[in-house]
């Protein structure tokens, strides 16, 4: 580590990284557009100037994404020198930019915005007409560009060219007639278009399936993890007023994904904005399906798996490692062997992040004791023996409908499911939150353990899938106990 | 005018073919460097003479050699490159050497690979110039026939190739690491520095880049001396240098003449005066992108310091007059416009600061000015300038424009005032508007 003398204060810096690195550790708001940490520094937008000096030489003001740390630097970022540089290059940023703000998705989170806002003289001193350049070009499936509010950073052509590795942007034209462009306008290609949104300090290029969702500042934005591979990127759901999930973005993790996350992952969100889930659960009377509240299905799946033998438990790699604990807990109570299904991969697998594996948590159920079986392996168990409790959400998906359809009646199934499906061995059905609901734990590819927090409240009278299987394991009790309780007592428990 | 020449004395009938550079004792210099000399005292000669860069920045040419990573310590591959992209308006040198005198541009290129340890040399011309490009590819056909270039040059240990290629029109690919990444294939944006060419050039090798007119003096320089070189032009810019002579004068020409001639003897000596028997308003001593100076200005000496010391720069030294009928409000919106529609538009302030200027600049002749715009000419290019930038496309455009405004502001304001341009000819063509921005 190197010392350097930032604003006065004494900090370490890494060597390796440029001096802007530095001065962010540290806290020392430098602007950057052409900066990003994950991308080659190409000191282009100049808005990073800080007024640097280094022993008896005179102080000059240098691009801090471009400068290297030297030991006993002395480097003041908010020097009036430095300050009037940044902004003489603001005003150049500002002179062709549209100021469409107000219709713009990127404000709220732009860099350029907020610095302009902190910064800006407030009023321009153009008077010239600004470029008029396409508003609305489509890159292909993922992205749309507006040429006009372009700051030509080339942090998306460096991206592509880089972390991907499929270069397939540049800049054409000169000058201040420069665009970004592919090549003779071919659609973008490739699973991690989505970040191009990301990388872009400005509204330029913004996501398609974001445009004119919502205003970024009325998103509630957690923490979470990617279910779409056992990768387990670092997520944050963002959650418009506490309805529909309108964005998943990346989340820095130095261990897992960096800044990046595939298309795949980032577009599995409309799957999160499930209508039309029963609160409790269903089960069986002899008239049919009755919805019930949790403790009496929970009764009910706990009845049913006290009795009925040959029987198993599975679960799908979705529950976490809390979950299945106490699931694999109730299995070895009930003697009941516990199984996970495990899907196929994919084919998406990729030399970047995705696995091609889509079971965010195969590595920890397997570590805690659930055997690995093919759903066909699985649709195998349910023909020889009389009853199972399937648990997890994506249970119906991973089995399929026809194959549950196409079970005998006498078998008597609990199914632990996001949403229903009606089939003629269904005793009991219990409603699962989505991960994007629940807190808990994965462990990634690697072992990796993955955290998962609550983005979104549950539908009213639905319990964490934790809180389901304590109903579960409560009502077992309550079974095996000498003397009758009343099972409306154990759900007020 | 009985000033000792050399750069031009060989031009003639057929002087661009291998016979006639021979029959002048052409390629002597680059046999005897490679019997008798070594590369470190090829570049002992030329730090003693004093070369100078001739591109532009005058930088000393045996230092910038020097600059080259030890042969011995670092084993990469190195190159020359040769910037022959000459597209600064005004400038029109080294095409004279490269159209009338190729082998002697191919020796300077052989002797500074020698100098260098360079195994490959590319020449970067100016895709307008196609008679150059010819006139050099035949030359170096002729230079490989005859055994001056390739494997084993006259048969000593020293292998090098040139090659040639074309440049496709851009100006910024004349600024020396936008030509290397445009002789890598790539768009020519100059990259930031440090690393410095010498550590990480071409495909990240060691690398020089020299001016045409640069490697020329050196089969000089090494046949006659280094005294014989200092003997000429002043103390701190030895030697001649080729200046290009352009705009209102009689005689428009490329000239020979020593480092420090006057520029009063250039324009009413060798250029044979203003034209039309008029008077000089104004002139640029090196290019657009050196500041225009006043005609009262003109008896300064043609050199680097003087140049300097009187408000601008030698650039290089392509004079271009003005006479008192000419509007300098209107040579600055053709420079500007030429800025603007050059910038690579990598850096926010050259990329919107030159299109800022050629708007403000094309208003003001338009009869469309405002008294404010003069300030902000002078504030905008303040901002753009000096070394704020990338490379110095951005000062190109912003020095002529402070230049304007020191030296003429008065017929700034009279533009303003008069909302028309009071010197524009009643007759003359439509000018072309600001660039068009729109698709």
């Known amino acids: ?493 | 005018m009985s000033r000792p020449t050399y750069l031009l004395d060989r031009i003639g009938p057929d002087s661009h073919t291998l016979a006639a550079y021979q029959k002048r004792g052409g390629y002597a210099a680059l046999r005897t460097a490679l019997k008798g000399k070594t590369p470190a005292e090829v570049v002992d000669v030329v730090k003693a003479s004093g070369l100078r860069g001739r591109g532009g920045a005058g930088f000393p040419t045996g230092m910038k050699w020097s600059f080259m990573p030890d042969p011995a310590k670092d084993k990469r591959p190195r190159y020359l490159a040769i910037n022959a992209d000459e597209s600064e308006p005004g400038t029109c040198k080294d095409r004279v050497l490269m159209e009338r005198d190729p082998h002697g541009v191919i020796e300077g290129v052989l002797l500074a690979c020698y100098a260098i340890r360079a195994t490959t040399a590319y020449i970067y011309v100016r895709g307008e110039y196609r008679l150059s490009y010819d006139r050099l590819q035949a030359a170096l056909d002729e230079a490989r026939a005859a055994g001056l270039l390739g494997r084993k040059i006259q048969g000593s240990d020293f292998s090098c190739d040139i090659w040639m290629h074309k440049g496709a029109g851009a100006y910024i690919c004349g600024e020396e690491t936008g030509l290397m990444e445009s002789l890598e294939g790539k768009r020519g944006h100059p990259r930031p520095k440090p690393p410095f060419p010498a550590m990480f050039g071409l495909w990240g090798q060691p690398t020089t880049v020299n001016n045409v007119e640069t490697v020329f003096n050196v089969p000089f320089i090494l046949e006659r001396g280094a005294d014989w070189f200092r003997s000429m032009g002043t103390k701190a810019s030895s030697g001649n240098l080729l200046v290009g002579v352009s705009g209102h004068v009689n005689k428009p020409g490329v000239y020979e003449v020593p480092f420090g001639v006057s520029c009063l003897e250039l324009v009413d000596g060798y250029a044979g005066g203003v034209w039309k028997g008029r008077k000089l308003k104004a002139w640029f001593p090196g290019g657009s992108s050196t500041g225009m100076l006043p005609g009262s200005a003109i008896d300064v000496p043609m050199e680097h310091d003087a140049i300097k010391n009187a408000g601008s720069m030698l650039g290089t030294a392509a004079l271009i007059a003005l006479d008192e009928r000419a509007c300098t409000v209107r040579a600055m919106e053709v420079v500007a416009r030429f800025y603007d529609h050059e910038s690579c538009g990598q850096c926010s302030q050259c990329r919107e600061g030159t299109q800022w200027l050629s708007q403000i600049f094309h208003r003001i002749e338009s009869g469309r000015g405002r008294m404010e715009d003069i300030e902000m000419l002078a504030t905008l290019s303040k901002s753009m300038a000096p070394g704020k930038t990338i490379c110095a496309l951005s000062d190109a455009a912003a020095i002529p424009t402070l230049a304007v405004v020191k030296h003429f502001k008065d017929e700034l304001e009279q533009h303003v005032l008069e909302q028309r341009c009071p010197l524009a000819d009643p007759h003359a063509a439509k000018r072309p508007a600001a660039l068009a921005h729109s698709h």
């Open chain 1, 1 to 493: 580590m190197t010392k350097i003398l930032l604003n006065g204060r004494e900090v370490e810096a890494d060597p390796t990284k440029p001096l802007i690195h530095a001065c962010h550790t540290a806290g020392a708001e430098v602007p950057a557009y052409c900066y990003h940490p994950g991308l080659t520094p190409v000191g282009s937008c100049r808005i990073c100037q800080v007024e640097v000096k280094q022993g008896n030489a005179p102080a000059r003001i240098v691009v801090a994404c471009r400068t290297l740390v030297v030991e006993g630097m002395i480097v003041e970022t908010e020097s009036p020198a430095a300050r009037e540089v940044r902004r003489e290059c603001l005003e150049f940023l500002l002179k062709n930019h549209p100021l469409d703000c107000p219709i713009c998705d990127k404000a709220g989170e732009c860099d350029l915005q907020d610095y302009a806002f902190a910064e800006g003289q407030g009023e321009g001193r153009s008077n010239e007409p600004r470029r008029r350049l396409d508003k609305r070009k489509s890159l292909g499936d993922v992205i749309v560009l507006d040429e006009e509010r372009c700051v030509l950073c080339s942090r998306c052509v460096r991206f592509m060219e880089e972390v991907p590795k499929t270069p397939q942007l540049t800049v054409g034209g000169l000058g201040s007639r420069s665009v970004i462009e592919t090549f003779m306008d071919r659609p973008l290609s490739g699973n991690y278009q989505g970040n191009l949104a990301d990388v872009c300090p400005v509204g330029a290029l913004t996501l398609k399936p974001f445009r004119f969702q919502a205003r970024v500042w009325n998103l509630k934005k957690t923490a979470s993890t990617c279910g779409e591979c056992s990768r387990g990127c670092a997520t944050t759901v963002e959650v418009l007023r506490a309805g529909e999930v309108k964005r998943v973005r990346p989340r820095y993790d130095a261990d897992v994904n960096t800044w990046w996350m595939c298309d795949t992952g980032r577009f599995a969100f409309p799957a999160l904005n499930v209508a039309d889930r029963i609160p409790g659960g269903l089960v069986r009377r002899s008239d049919g399906w009755v919805r019930a509240d949790a403790a009496d299905t929970a009764a009910a799946a706990a009845r049913l798996l006290g009795i009925e033998r040959p029987a198993f438990v599975a679960v799908t790699p979705w529950v976490t490692q809390e979950e299945g604990a106490a699931i694999l807990a109730l299995a070895r109570e009930w003697k009941l062997p516990a199984y996970m299904v495990s899907p196929a991969p994919n084919g998406l697998a990729d030399d970047l992040l995705h696995t091609g594996d889509p079971a965010p948590n195969r590595f920890g159920l397997e570590q805690l004791g659930f055997a690995r079986k093919s759903p066909a392996e699985i649709i195998a168990h349910l023909h020889q023996s009389s009853a199972a409790w399937l648990v997890g959400e994506r249970m119906t998906a991973l089995i399929g409908a026809a194959a549950l359809e196409a079970l005998p009646a006498h078998k008597r199934i609990a199914l632990f499911d996001v949403l229903p499906i009606p089939f003629a061995a269904l005793e009991v059905f219990a409603s699962v939150p989505l991960y994007a609901e629940r807190s808990g734990t994965w462990l990634n590819v690697d072992g990796i353990p993955r955290a998962l927090l609550m983005a979104r409240a549950l539908p009213a009278g639905m319990p964490s899938l934790e809180r389901m299987i304590g109903l579960v394991a409560a009502a077992r009790a309550v079974a095996v106990a000498p003397g009758p309780v009343a099972p409306s007592s154990v759900a007020k428990r």
